[in-house]
């Protein structure tokens, strides 16, 4: 079992940054590749981020890309969401996401390959 821990969320103005930390127990992360979702009010769950367990690839959905990177660092961990240019679109609960790996180099972009789920940390980007 894997138990996922988000923080980091809060209200922030548009184009403001935050920073997101997902801290695992119970396992080491260093098998999992892990993710990012969101969802808004009113919509469904969304991917934002992933990277591989080895940290070498990751991948980001068209919506963020330039303006969000995700990292990780297995000795920590923990795996973290930077999140710069905020816009008020980018309100939602942020959760992160362990899913097994056997590549070090796979990533998941879809939820239900995903084995665990924090309970997510809510963002607020005012406008």
């Known amino acids: 079992q894997v138990q996922l821990v988000e923080s980091g969320g809060g209200l922030v103005q548009a184009g403001g940054s935050l920073r997101l930390s997902c801290a695992a127990s119970?396992?080491?992360?260093?098998?999992?590749?892990m993710g990012w979702f969101r969802q808004a009010p009113r919509k469904e769950r969304e991917f934002v981020a992933a990277i591989s367990k080895s940290g070498g690839s990751t991948y980001y959905a068209d919506s963020v890309k330039g303006r969000f990177t995700i990292s990780r660092d297995n000795a920590k961990n923990t795996v973290y969401l930077q999140m710069n240019s905020l816009k008020p679109e980018d309100t939602a609960v942020y959760y992160c996401?362990?899913?097994?790996?056997?590549?070090?180099?796979?990533?998941?972009?879809?939820?239900?390959?995903?084995?665990?789920w924090g309970q997510g940390t809510q963002v607020t980007v005012s406008s």
């Open positions: 119970g396992r080491t992360i260093s098998s999992y590749a």
């Open positions: 996401a362990a899913g097994r790996a056997d590549s070090g180099s796979h990533y998941y972009t879809v939820a239900r390959e995903y084995d665990y």
